[in-house]
């Protein structure tokens, strides 16, 4: 059974730093692209971040690019999501998701929340 745990969301203050975890298993984690998701209260979801299988090849969506990192170990079957210079707009459930599977086949989500 695929098993998707994110954590290490919370409440900051805008300009603040947050890094994000997924533990995975169930799977061969270093065989997937991995993606990072998030959904803001009252829309839909947006992907934020993908990377590769190796970790050697990263993408992110333009609102976030120059502020969130995307890594993985596969040693440790875990993604990560680095958040810096963090703003109200980046508030949501931020969710992570293999790169092959739909959107209900993600974590339980981490909340972030953005506000002074």
């Known amino acids: 059974e695929v098993r998707l745990v994110e954590s290490g969301g919370g409440l900051v203050q805008p300009g603040e730093s947050l890094r994000l975890s997924c533990a995975a298993s169930g799977f061969a984690f270093s065989a997937y692209e991995m993606n990072w998701v998030r959904q803001a209260p009252g829309k839909g979801p947006e992907w934020v971040s993908r990377i590769s299988r190796r970790g050697d090849i990263t993408s992110y969506t333009d609102s976030v690019k120059g502020r969130f990192t995307i890594s993985r170990n596969n040693a440790k079957n875990t993604l990560y999501l680095q958040m810096n210079n963090l703003t109200p707009e980046d508030t949501a459930v931020y969710y992570c998701?293999?790169?092959?599977?739909?959107?209900?086949?993600r974590g339980q989500g981490t909340q972030v929340t953005v506000s002074s």
């Open positions: 998701k293999r790169a092959d599977a739909g959107w209900p086949e």
